[in-house]
């Protein structure tokens, strides 16, 4: 399956190439071929309150547990656009449905959703306006050739990619004003309309660490619990240079909230308390302890964001820091999701990666 896997997504190799220019990636609203868009920014590591921004869009309804939401479509799944736009303090309206033909404009260099949320550009620089009685902002985005690579099929069938960039603006929330200078992640994805694809969790984490340097860490389920993807990318803008480390990543969830109940029926557990791990053979190691803040906001895909407390350890150097940023989605059954210590040891005797325990 690993064999296949890496055949089909040459995302590995790519991020083991030295940078390219962005000028090279693909970025584009959908078409005849790629139905499925996505775009985003991610900003972690902010001041309180804010403590993250983020902007994510999907348009069109992919056919994937973890991806689609569909009490968001009004029309048809190819026809809905959804739109969340969140801070870390208490919102109600970070989640926007469209319907692409009558709300939506796309052209070269421009995506924009009703008049409420606008991004304008080409590469390097970006303009991303929201105008909202909640949650407003005027941001000026500068990406670098830093970039990542979580997914590059074959067939050009589809493609995910982030660039680390800077960002600079202000975000008003609840007619409070802020002024914002960070490093970030604009994020961008193309798909066919796959008739269906069995992916059904995903956790994404975002930590803005000193020395202009990010970390990434990522892990894809599908519905029978096995690992699709694990890993880690450690990204130095002083350096120019990004790390992608994609075996023994560990993901563990350590304690969890009560279960919650999605607008689309789905049961989840969102976590309390995680944790990362990494080591190589040559005594690498990278670590990460979270803590989240319990801003849980739903309108990622089939899931939710957040925020969390965190410590970092990198091989000797140890950092912490309050506003990492969390994307959490489990559409697993709840056999998986609520797995006992027995059934847990026997599903590392299988695979040793030690997932998640309800207490």
Same mark, same amino acid.
């Given at each position: 399956?690993?064999?296949?896997? #890496?055949?089909?997504?040459?995302?590995?190799? $790519?991020?083991?190439?030295? @940078?390219?220019?962005?000028?090279? !990636? =693909?970025? *584009?609203?959908?078409?005849?071929?790629?139905?499925?868009?996505?775009?985003?920014?991610?900003?972690?590591?902010?001041?309180?309150?804010?403590?993250?921004?983020?902007?994510?869009?999907?348009?069109?309804?992919?056919?994937?547990?973890?991806?689609?939401?569909?009490?968001?479509?009004?029309?048809?799944?190819?026809?809905?656009?959804?739109?969340?736009?969140?801070?870390?303090?208490?919102?109600?309206?970070?989640?926007?449905?469209?319907?692409?033909?009558?709300?939506?404009?796309?052209?070269?260099?421009?995506?924009?959703?009703?008049?409420?949320?606008?991004?304008?550009?080409?590469?390097?620089?970006?303009?991303?306006?929201?105008?909202?009685?909640?949650?407003?902002? #005027?941001?000026?985005?500068?990406?670098?050739? $830093?970039?990542?690579?979580? @997914?590059?099929?074959?067939?050009? !069938? =589809?493609? *995910?990619?982030?660039?680390?960039?800077?960002?600079?603006?202000?975000?008003?929330?609840?007619?409070?004003?802020?002024?914002?200078?960070?490093?970030?992640?604009?994020?961008?994805?193309?798909?066919?309309?796959?008739?269906?694809?069995?992916?059904?969790?995903?956790?994404?984490?975002?930590?803005?660490?000193?020395?202009?340097?990010?970390?990434?860490?990522?892990?894809?389920?599908?519905?029978?619990?096995?690992?699709?993807?694990?890993?880690?990318?450690?990204?130095?803008?002083?350096?120019?240079?990004?790390?992608?480390?994609?075996?023994?990543?560990?993901?563990?969830?350590?304690?969890?909230?009560?279960?919650?109940?999605?607008?689309?029926?789905?049961?989840?557990?969102?976590?309390?308390?995680?944790?990362?791990?990494?080591?190589?053979?040559?005594?690498?190691?990278?670590?990460?302890?979270?803590?989240?803040?319990?801003?849980?906001?739903?309108?990622?895909?089939?899931?939710?964001?957040?925020?969390?407390?965190?410590?970092?350890?990198?091989?000797?150097?140890?950092?912490?820091?309050?506003?990492?940023?969390?994307?959490?989605?489990?559409?697993?059954?709840?056999?998986?999701?609520?797995?006992?210590?027995?059934?847990?040891?026997?599903?590392?005797?299988?695979?040793?990666?030690?997932?998640?325990?309800?207490?």
């Amino acid at each position: 399956m690993q064999f296949l896997q #890496d055949f089909l997504d040459r995302s590995k190799q $790519l991020n083991q190439t030295p @940078t390219v220019s962005s000028k090279h !990636l =693909a970025y *584009h609203g959908p078409t005849s071929r790629y139905k499925i868009i996505h775009q985003g920014l991610i900003i972690p590591g902010l001041p309180a309150p804010l403590h993250y921004l983020n902007f994510l869009s999907i348009i069109g309804q992919p056919n994937a547990p973890m991806l689609a939401n569909p009490s968001a479509i009004q029309t048809t799944a190819l026809d809905t656009a959804t739109v969340i736009c969140s801070s870390s303090p208490h919102m109600v309206g970070q989640l926007q449905s469209y319907s692409i033909q009558q709300d939506c404009k796309f052209s070269s260099g421009m995506f924009q959703f009703l008049d409420r949320e606008k991004l304008t550009g080409h590469f390097p620089h970006f303009q991303l306006q929201r105008s909202d009685a909640e949650l407003s902002f #005027d941001l000026s985005i500068h990406t670098t050739d $830093l970039v990542s690579h979580f @997914t590059q099929m074959r067939f050009s !069938l =589809a493609d *995910h990619w982030s660039l680390m960039c800077h960002c600079q603006g202000t975000v008003t929330y609840k007619d409070q004003k802020y002024t914002i200078e960070s490093l970030g992640s604009f994020e961008y994805a193309r798909s066919f309309n796959f008739p269906y694809l069995p992916l059904a969790f995903f956790s994404y984490q975002m930590i803005n660490l000193s020395n202009n340097r990010q970390l990434l860490l990522a892990q894809i389920r599908n519905s029978l619990n096995q690992i699709v993807q694990s890993r880690i990318y450690l990204r130095d803008l002083n350096r120019m240079q990004t790390w992608l480390f994609d075996q023994k990543v560990y993901f563990k969830v350590h304690r969890v909230y009560p279960s919650v109940k999605t607008p689309n029926g789905q049961k989840m557990y969102l976590p309390r308390e995680f944790e990362w791990c990494y080591e190589d053979d040559r005594g690498n190691q990278i670590w990460v302890q979270g803590q989240s803040r319990g801003d849980f906001k739903f309108g990622m895909a089939a899931g939710y964001v957040g925020s969390f407390h965190y410590q970092v350890k990198i091989n000797e150097q140890t950092e912490k820091g309050d506003s990492g940023y969390i994307e959490y989605v489990d559409c697993r059954p709840l056999r998986f999701q609520e797995k006992d210590k027995a059934e847990k040891l026997l599903a590392n005797l299988a695979n040793p990666v030690p997932f998640l325990i309800k207490k």
